[in-house]
Each structure stands twice: as structure tokens, then as C-alpha cells.
């Protein structure tokens, strides 16, 4: 919930921060959090921001693929924690070169 987010926030403990995970809360909750998902972002304590697409209805790891049509929460990555590691978790293909 929202507000398990915000109860994160508050703890003072370092964390990683999985935006796919967030838009499944708020595909499900039918709401964003901004200033929460904000503050999260660009806390000292956020270590790591996981990057994936999904439909909002399950962890599906797809890649940001689509560049006409980027997650809601993209703009809000330029507050991100500098000191944070930003990586893609979504699903790669491996050439098939490299698969011999």
C-alpha cells in the first residue's frame, strides 16, 4: 500500500526502490502517491532504483521498450538519490551468437 511505502520512507533503513512494483500498486489502487514516490526517489537512503514495464497487474519484468509511451513515473527519475545505482530490470534478449 501507499502507505507501507510511506512507513518505508519514515524508518530511516536503506532500501531499493522497484518502480514496476509501484505501478502495479497504482494500476491496483487506481492512484499515485507523487510527492510520496518522490521523496522516495530521491532520498539518501534509496541505494538502488529497479527499471521494468508491466500491465499493472503482475511483475512481468518487460523492457522500457516503447519510447512514445514511458512509464508515469520517468519524469520523476531526474530526483532520483544520485548516489543510487539505476538499472533495467527488464528482460533481455541474448544473441544468439552468444548462447554457443
Not at 541505494?47 to 508491466?54: K, P, R, V, W, Y
Not at 522500457?64 to 512509464?71: D, E, G, Q, R, T
Amino acid at each position: 500500500t501507499w502507505q507501507e511505502y510511506q512507513q518505508l520512507l519514515e524508518s530511516g533503513v536503506n532500501y531499493a526502490l522497484d518502480l514496476s512494483h509501484l505501478n502495479i500498486l497504482a494500476v491496483q489502487s487506481n492512484h499515485v502517491e507523487w510527492s510520496l514516490v518522490h521523496e522516495l526517489l530521491s532520498s539518501p537512503h534509496c541505494l538502488e532504483i529497479h527499471l521494468s514495464d508491466n500491465h499493472g497487474y503482475a511483475d512481468q519484468h518487460l523492457p522500457l521498450s516503447n519510447p512514445h509511451a514511458l512509464p508515469w513515473w520517468w519524469s520523476l527519475l531526474s530526483s532520483a538519490n544520485p548516489q543510487a545505482t539505476i538499472f533495467s530490470e527488464g528482460r533481455q534478449r541474448v544473441p544468439s551468437v552468444m548462447m554457443t
